[in-house]
């Protein structure tokens, strides 16, 4: 059973996860089993488990620690046997630091951890992705000759792909629909060789508005560049305006706007 925990709105995923009796909140007509108990003798997979609000993540340690779960609006508690496998794309270690996550938490799901290294370290597996994404469009879009030109092949070995596999995916969609021959070219892939892909000034995320010299984020083993982006936005954007914002991480409104929509930050309320 797998739930992406970033795609179900908070007030609906304890719910979700534990079920709920009949006439628990509004809208609670019947009796609904849980995801968790839906996995009993079997596996749970939680996909950005780092966007768990803080009263699920206290239920979520009692299921791991005592294998019993409590249906919302019940007073009877249940055995299960469910393993557990988490994912995330944030640093949860660090986030342990802030209060965003449960240290508790944190280590009870830390028995083993497998890290997917970004593909901007996977330089290797770039092409061969592309190509078999190209593969699955070309087969989409009845183009069975669609190809990358040699500079198409070194514009997307050269980006950073802070999206990582998933923005790669959506370049080769979105340059398969756009050309207009039978091979790709950098133009149709429309890579944004943004800077702030690469550094964010570390004063911009204390929201000093001194200007320092950059450092590489790759060097940080506490926040990802995802979390330092979020993190400035949320502490400035209620003094700032969104170009300033803009102004200050050194990209384009559209970029600000299109890693809102990636990152689901909200805009502030005028």
Same mark, same amino acid.
């Given at each position: 059973?797998?739930?992406?925990?970033?795609?179900?709105?908070?007030?609906?995923?304890?719910?979700?996860?534990?079920?709920?009796?009949?006439?628990?909140?509004?809208?609670?007509?019947?009796?609904?089993?849980?995801?968790?108990?839906?996995?009993?003798?079997?596996?749970?997979?939680?996909?950005?488990?780092?966007?768990?609000?803080?009263?699920?993540?206290?239920?979520?340690?009692?299921?791991?620690?005592?294998?019993?779960?409590?249906?919302?609006?019940?007073?009877?508690?249940?055995?299960?046997?469910?393993?557990?496998?988490?994912?995330?794309?944030?640093?949860?270690?660090?986030?342990?630091?802030?209060?965003?996550?449960?240290?508790?938490?944190?280590?009870?799901?830390?028995?083993?951890?497998?890290?997917?290294?970004?593909?901007?370290?996977?330089?290797?597996?770039?092409?061969?992705?592309?190509?078999?994404?190209?593969?699955?469009?070309?087969?989409?879009?009845?183009?069975?000759?669609?190809?990358?030109?040699?500079?198409?092949?070194?514009?997307?070995?050269?980006?950073?792909?802070?999206?990582?596999?998933?923005?790669?995916?959506?370049?080769?969609?979105?340059?398969?629909?756009?050309?207009?021959?039978?091979?790709?070219?950098?133009?149709?892939?429309?890579?944004?060789?943004?800077?702030?892909?690469?550094?964010?000034?570390?004063?911009?995320?204390?929201?000093?508005?001194?200007?320092?010299?950059?450092?590489?984020?790759?060097?940080?083993?506490?926040?990802?560049?995802?979390?330092?982006?979020?993190?400035?936005?949320?502490?400035?954007?209620?003094?700032? /305006?969104?170009? !300033?914002?803009? &102004?200050? *991480? +050194? $990209?384009? %409104? #559209? /970029?600000?706007? !299109?890693?809102? &929509?990636? *990152? +689901? $930050?909200? %805009? #502030?309320?005028?």
């Amino acid at each position: 059973v797998a739930i992406n925990c970033a795609a179900i709105p908070e007030t609906l995923l304890e719910s979700e996860l534990f079920g709920h009796e009949k006439g628990a909140f509004t809208g609670a007509v019947s009796a609904r089993t849980g995801l968790i108990e839906a996995a009993d003798g079997g596996s749970l997979f939680l996909d950005e488990i780092g966007e768990l609000p803080a009263e699920a993540q206290a239920r979520l340690l009692r299921v791991l620690q005592e294998s019993e779960i409590r249906k919302v609006g019940s007073t009877q508690s249940r055995t299960v046997d469910v393993r557990m496998i988490a994912a995330t794309h944030r640093n949860l270690k660090a986030m342990t630091r802030t209060g965003e996550f449960r240290e508790d938490l944190y280590y009870r799901l830390n028995v083993m951890q497998i890290r997917i290294p970004p593909l901007r370290e996977r330089r290797a597996d770039i092409l061969g992705l592309a190509r078999r994404f190209l593969k699955r469009q070309a087969s989409k879009l009845g183009r069975p000759e669609l190809s990358l030109s040699p500079e198409a092949m070194q514009a997307l070995e050269r980006y950073r792909w802070p999206g990582n596999v998933r923005e790669l995916e959506n370049a080769i969609e979105r340059a398969s629909i756009l050309t207009d021959g039978d091979v790709i070219t950098p133009a149709v892939l429309d890579l944004d060789s943004d800077s702030a892909d690469e550094y964010i000034p570390e004063t911009l995320v204390e929201g000093n508005n001194e200007q320092t010299p950059a450092r590489d984020v790759d060097s940080s083993n506490d926040l990802s560049l995802e979390d330092y982006f979020q993190h400035f936005v949320l502490e400035n954007q209620d003094r700032m /305006s969104e170009t !300033e914002l803009a &102004q200050k *991480l +050194g $990209i384009s %409104r #559209k /970029s600000l706007w !299109e890693r809102r &929509q990636r *990152l +689901g $930050i909200p %805009r #502030k309320k005028a």
